[in-house]
């Protein structure tokens, strides 16, 4: 694809409504897990977001139909038949685009008995092994799972047969969680994952399992249980959740840029992590039954805090970068310690750019208030560090050139619509140095 940048003139507050796209991390578990149906299934509030678009490639190149429709309000409604899936093997050069791809091991070892995968990709933050999926599916009864048996960067997994286990994970994973519930939903007999991620989206993707004829109890919890069952009979409608992530990023821009902004369609109980550190700092955070509406008090200084990332019920590490943008925004020192993953700060030399003060020691960034950003060209380095830099973007003073923008666009559907629609002033531009390029004419 080829690159494309994104063009904001900042220091407009955000004002007004704004909906909530479908989860990200929701529905690419969701859609690996139909390819397991003996029957149909229908998928509403699908975002229109371009890692869902490979995912939907990667079924289809096993074999699956699916018909993407797009609904009124703009999300996808994808009706998925997998039955006529004829291959083990999802080894095309599409899988190494995203991370989510390795869910396909556990959905075609409950489907095939067999799996082909190349090693998946996603965003950059440090090393991203897959070790405690391995270690689970050969606990499960999978040959092929150990590191020696990745042979040109394609590991093949075959289930002799594939029993339940007791699985132990030392790391709340989100990914081994999912690709254990897949591949355990169709084993021989009962598995129990003890320390298990809880993630939303890790409920999102049991409910939908159990909506297809599984049997799983306790996902949202440390301890899940899950029976194995032969057949998945599938014909069912479902509604992907609300994604938490996106929320925030908007939680966030409403916030810096001294706006007035009421978020529907979102679940305010999966921001309690981002709405207690906002409240904090002095910002003003109504919720509703599905709303969040972020404000400024009159005349309230807002001041720093420190923020840890952690699993779930923690604050997110997808949300780290985007709340750095806020600390920078606040009066004093505060501080940002990424506990997730290894090196998740390679967007710091970007915001610096744009006049954060920041200095980072190993995990932790160290970020010292300023009045504002001021516009400058800058780099999406990956997702959620693109996000960040729409933040700072739409708060700064000037304009702001984010090159690279096509990596926000694999997670926000809609980005530049709806912050349009708020007041903002952003648009896309093929031109990947438009900011050079406009100074110079
Ligand atoms: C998912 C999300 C990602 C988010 C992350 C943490 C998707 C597609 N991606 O990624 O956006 O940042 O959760 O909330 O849902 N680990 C191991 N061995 C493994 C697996 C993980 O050591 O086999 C470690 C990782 O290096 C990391 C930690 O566990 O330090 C958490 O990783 P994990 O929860 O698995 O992240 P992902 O599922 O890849």
């Not at 050969?138 to 286990?165: F, H, N, Q, W, Y």
């Not at 057949?231 to 821009?253: H, K, R």
């Not at 560090?385 to 690279?404: D, K, R, S």
Request: charged residues 20%.
């Amino acid at each position: 694809m080829k690159p494309y940048s994104y063009r904001i003139e900042g220091g407009k507050p955000l004002k007004g409504d704004v909906n909530i796209s479908g989860s990200k991390n929701a529905v690419l578990g969701v859609l690996a897990a139909s390819m397991m149906i003996d029957g149909e299934c229908t998928l509403e509030n699908v975002p229109d977001i371009s890692d869902v678009h490979v995912m939907i490639d990667l079924c289809r190149l096993l074999g699956a139909r699916i018909d993407v429709s797009t609904a009124p309000e703009g999300s996808l409604v994808l009706k998925i038949d997998p039955r006529s899936i004829n291959t083990y093997k999802a080894t095309g050069r599409a899988v190494s685009k995203i991370r989510a791809s390795y869910y396909l091991l556990g959905a075609l070892l409950g489907r095939c008995g067999k799996a082909s995968l190349s090693m998946p990709g996603g965003c950059n933050f440090g090393q991203r092994p897959i070790d405690l999926h391995l270690k689970a599916f050969k606990a499960m009864g999978a040959s092929g799972a150990s590191p020696e048996d990745v042979v040109g960067g394609i590991i093949t997994l075959t289930a002799d047969p594939l029993r339940g286990a007791k699985v132990f994970f030392d790391i709340a994973s989100v990914g081994a969680t999912i690709n254990v519930m897949l591949a355990a939903t169709k084993a021989q007999g009962n598995t129990t994952i003890i320390n298990a991620a809880k993630e939303p989206h890790i409920v999102d993707v049991a409910n939908f399992l159990n909506a297809m004829g599984a049997r799983i109890k306790g996902a949202g919890t440390d301890t899940i249980k899950i029976k194995g069952v032969p057949v998945l009979p599938g014909n069912f409608s479902y509604s992907i959740i609300p994604d938490q992530i996106e929320a925030g990023t908007y939680m966030i821009a409403a916030a810096v840029t001294g706006g007035d902004v009421t978020i529907h369609n979102m679940i305010p109980t999966h921001m309690e992590p981002l709405s207690t550190k906002m409240r904090e700092m002095g910002y003003l955070i109504e919720e509703g039954d599905d709303t969040i509406r972020v404000a400024r008090y009159e005349n309230t200084k807002i001041t720093g805090t420190n923020i840890k990332t952690s699993p779930y019920p923690g604050f997110p590490t997808d949300l780290q970068p985007q709340a750095v943008v806020l600390l920078c925004m606040s009066k004093g020192i505060s501080k940002m310690h990424e506990n997730v993953w290894q090196n998740r700060f390679q967007y710091i030399p970007e915001l610096t750019k744009m006049g954060a003060s920041i200095n980072i020691f190993d995990r932790i960034a160290l970020i010292e208030g300023i009045e504002t950003f001021k516009g400058a060209s800058v780099n999406a380095t990956d997702l959620r560090a693109g996000a960040a830099l729409v933040c700072a973007a739409l708060a700064a003073n000037g304009w702001t050139y984010i090159n690279h923008a096509e990596k926000i666009d694999r997670g926000y559907e809609n980005i530049v619509q709806k912050l349009n629609s708020l007041g903002a002033s952003i648009c896309r531009t093929e031109d990947e140095n438009g900011f050079e390029q406009d100074m110079e004419a």
